[in-house]
């Protein structure tokens, strides 16, 4: 049976190429984070600052799953 992902937010600090984004953690940690394929059509509206909702695996503490924005709902 597999862990369950780690669920937290982060800050979009630098846009890379190939739907790729550094991501600071609410700790200060940056990660890599990455889009989805089902996802791809978002990597227009991420942009700097943006807050995106990350997916980290126990095992790797460097990369993220963006799952989506932060709406002002959410927060």
Aim: with cysteine; net charge negative.
């Amino acid at each position: 049976m597999s862990e369950p992902p780690i669920v937290t937010t982060g800050v979009i600090c630098e846009v890379l190429p190939s739907r790729v984004f550094r991501v600071e953690l609410p700790n200060g940690k940056l990660v890599i984070g990455h889009l989805p394929g089902r996802l791809a059509g978002l990597a227009e509206e991420l942009a700097l600052r943006s807050r995106v909702h990350l997916e980290l695996t126990p095992y790797d503490f460097e990369k993220a799953r963006i799952v989506g924005p932060v709406n002002h709902s959410d927060e």
